[in-house]
T-cell receptor, first 110, second 113 residues
Framework: AQRVTQPEKLLSVFKGAPVELKCNYS??????LFWYVQYSRQRLQLLLR??SRESIKGFTADLNKGETSFHLKKPFAQEEDSAMYYC????????????FGGGTRVLVKP | SAVISQKPSRDICQRGTSLTIQCQVD?????MFWYRQQPGQSLTLIAT?????????ESGFVIDKFPISRPNLTFSTLTVSNMSPEDSSIYLC??????????FGEGSWLTVV
């Protein structure tokens, strides 16, 4: 069965500090990994996907198949980064359904 | 990005009643999904709705409680039947667009009293 684990429920950092959100997964096959973000009173938005290998809003995430991880990083956090972040996994073996982690709330303090 | 519209956005319902949530997508998609997000929790998949076939339900969810329709490639409905306070949740519609990228609607906030 596929599973996504986000060990931290809350991350509190100061503005300008680095932030790293951890995500580990289990999946039989080739996974596709995503990070979604939910700002206060807004819909869930796709932040980035591993196959795009892009940087969005200064965030990057690298898929490490050896460690089965897909951690999200930003070198300098901004106050507007305060939000709920969800790591999610899908793949052909699972019918392309998304499985979500429990979420990490990021609070960036001024 | 794609546009996914849900309605109602919010409702307060009496226990024992049923509510149908509508989801409209701005382009044709094969796969649509319905999720539930209970207070303080992550998202849990209820079912996958493909046009032209019966919805596929995840463990713990049944058609009698959450009947789903998918009449065409841009529309789906989810009904929450015989509601109880435990059904108070956000219900989210999502769609799988080309490239295996899934986008979400704004969600329907349901409170059962």
């Amino acid at each position: 069965a596929q599973r996504v684990t986000q060990p931290e429920k809350l991350l509190s950092v100061f503005k300008g500090a680095p932030v790293e959100l951890k995500c580990n997964y289990s999946y039989s096959g080739s996974p596709e990994l995503f990070w979604y973000v939910q700002y206060s009173r807004q819909r869930l938005q796709l932040l980035l996907r591993h196959i795009s290998r892009e940087s969005i809003k200064g965030f990057t995430a690298d898929l490490n198949k050896g460690e089965t991880s897909f951690h999200l990083k930003k070198p300098f956090a901004q106050e507007e980064d305060s939000a709920m972040y969800y790591c999610a996994l899908s793949g052909k073996a699972a019918g392309n359904k998304l499985t979500f982690g429990g979420g990490t709330r990021v609070l960036v303090k001024p | 990005s794609a546009v996914i519209s849900q309605k109602p956005s919010r409702d307060i319902c009496q226990r024992g009643t049923s509510l149908t949530i509508q989801c409209q997508v701005d382009s044709q998609v094969t796969m649509m999904f319905w999720y539930r997000q209970q207070p303080g929790q992550s998202l849990t998949l209820i079912a996958t709705a493909n046009q032209g076939s019966e919805a596929t339900y995840e463990s713990g969810f049944v058609i009698d409680k959450f009947p789903i329709s998918r009449p065409n490639l841009t529309f789906s409905t989810l009904t929450v039947s015989n509601m109880s306070p435990e059904d108070s949740s956000i219900y989210l519609c999502s769609a799988d667009f080309s490239g295996n990228t899934i986008y979400f609607g704004e969600g329907s906030w349901l409170t059962v009293v």
